[in-house]
């Protein structure tokens, strides 16, 4: 049985990765230094999954976990995801961000590794100049997270032409669900109404973004791993839908009655030092056509399901 890596395996995403393909059959390594990631996030897994402590820097490491498994395939997914992380620690952020993927492509090369699926962001488009923004938009990001994504992106690009490996770029849009480990909407607005607390947002209302369920992007993760031949290297996953802030405190309220929420005009700010860049819809016709993508969760039902989560007695499980 072929075996896939999965980079960042105890993470939010890796984690939901690993899951998912071992609930196929696949054999998988969850590699993770456990700075972000929790192991308990990977409890409960049959003996198809093997869980590693190390870092995705190491490149030592890494390759001795490659030969000794006989990885043909690899989702990368260990990164440092936050823009606001990435204002505080530029140099950490770009560091392990970039030297990571390197450090991925250079065991593609070194062991003819058949496939990796990068987990790139829609941060790479920086304010979105059309929408929805597809796979062409200009790379303009406005924050060292984002950079760090598109250097990496171009990296896979140079080992494509030069060492024929097949590196694919997903590009997901603030993905949220069951398990987000972040203060961050929906998570903040969800928590506050469940606990019956008040939670005002003085500013970000007017804000459009394409927020994609775990579940979808899960989906199209694996569909870029298994898709036989790849005319492009780089795919949207999101829900394809731009919906405002405001749209989503309207929703929450909706879902739990008697919520005390609100949220007033304006963009979102990442901190008092830089603003979410103007963004909306990602367009999905490519991820459609090649992949047969197809998002299972609007806004609504996707809130929905984190809020039943959240009532089954679930809590984020965090480090």
């Given at each position: ?83 606001l992380s990435s204002l505080s ?231």
């Amino acid at each position: 049985m072929a075996c896939v890596l999965v980079t960042g395996g105890a993470g939010f995403l890796g984690a939901a990765v690993v899951r998912r393909l071992a609930g196929r059959g696949d054999r998988v390594i969850a590699l993770d230094n456990f700075q972000a990631g929790v192991p308990a996030n990977l409890e409960g897994l049959g003996c198809n999954v093997g869980v590693f402590g190390g870092d995705v820097t190491d490149l030592g490491g890494l390759l001795g976990l490659i030969r000794q498994h006989r990885v043909r395939r690899i989702i990368h997914a260990a990164a440092i995801v936050s823009t606001l992380s990435s204002l505080s620690a530029p140099s950490h952020v770009t560091r392990v961000n970039i030297e990571g993927t390197l450090n991925v492509l250079e065991a593609m090369r070194l062991f003819d590794v058949e496939r990796a699926v990068h987990i790139s962001s829609e941060e790479t488009y920086g304010a979105f100049r059309c929408e929805p923004a597809d796979e062409e938009h200009p790379a303009l990001p406005t924050a060292p997270y984002g950079i760090s994504k598109v250097a990496s992106e171009q990296l896979g690009r140079f080992y494509r032409t030069v060492y024929k490996t097949d590196f694919i770029n997903v590009r997901t849009s603030w993905v949220y669900g069951p398990g987000f480990p972040r203060q961050r909407i929906p998570r903040t607005l969800i928590e506050a109404a469940l606990a019956g607390r008040p939670l005002h947002l003085p500013r970000g209302g007017d804000a459009r973004i394409d927020h994609t369920y775990l579940d979808d992007c899960v989906d199209g993760i694996l569909l870029a791993l298994d898709h036989a031949v790849h005319p492009f290297d780089a795919y949207n996953v999101a829900s394809g839908e731009g919906r405002t802030t405001a749209e989503m405190v309207a929703l929450v309220k909706d879902l739990i009655p008697g919520a005390d929420l609100s949220v007033g005009p304006g963009p979102l700010w990442y901190d008092d030092r830089l603003v979410v860049p103007p963004k909306g819809a990602l367009d999905l016709t490519r991820a459609k056509r090649v992949l047969g993508y197809r998002p299972k969760y609007d806004l609504c039902r996707g809130l929905a399901s984190y809020i039943e989560w959240y009532r089954r007695g679930q809590l984020p499980r965090e480090n």
